[in-house]
């Protein structure tokens, strides 16, 4: 089970969560409108993938998020969403992951990639 927790904006919580909980063998944790919550949850809880939406982020603040979620060394990988696409992708180990889930629905087919992947291991 790929265990997810999610920074979104209180606008498209309702949509974001609903597709997430869709796919198979993927649960979300948690979710929050509150970057600096979100965090600290994903200290405790230690999520498979820390899902940032930039619906929950002010304008430029996106990039201070994902440093300071890097800063702390989660084993999670961090998934940038913005609309409907996957922006960035960075693995628990700094890694770029690929990007070729971008386009319309990207989270729901990065996020199976992910748990199929968990899932193989």
Do not use: F
Request: with cysteine.
């Amino acid at each position: 089970m790929l265990t997810v927790l999610v920074l979104v904006g209180r606008e498209n919580e309702k949509d974001l969560i609903a597709r997430i909980e869709s796919i198979p063998d993927v649960c979300v944790l948690s979710h929050t409108d509150d970057s600096t919550l979100a965090l600290a949850r994903a200290r405790v809880l230690l999520p498979d993938v820390l899902v940032i939406d930039l619906s929950a982020c002010l304008p430029g603040d996106a990039a201070a998020v994902v440093h300071r979620a890097r800063g702390l060394g989660l084993p999670s990988e961090l998934v940038v969403h913005g609309g409907d696409a996957v922006v960035g992708a960075v693995s628990c180990d700094g890694e770029p992951l690929p990007a070729r889930e971008s386009g319309p629905g990207g989270l729901v087919r990065t996020l199976t990639r992910l748990a199929r992947r968990q899932h193989a291991s």
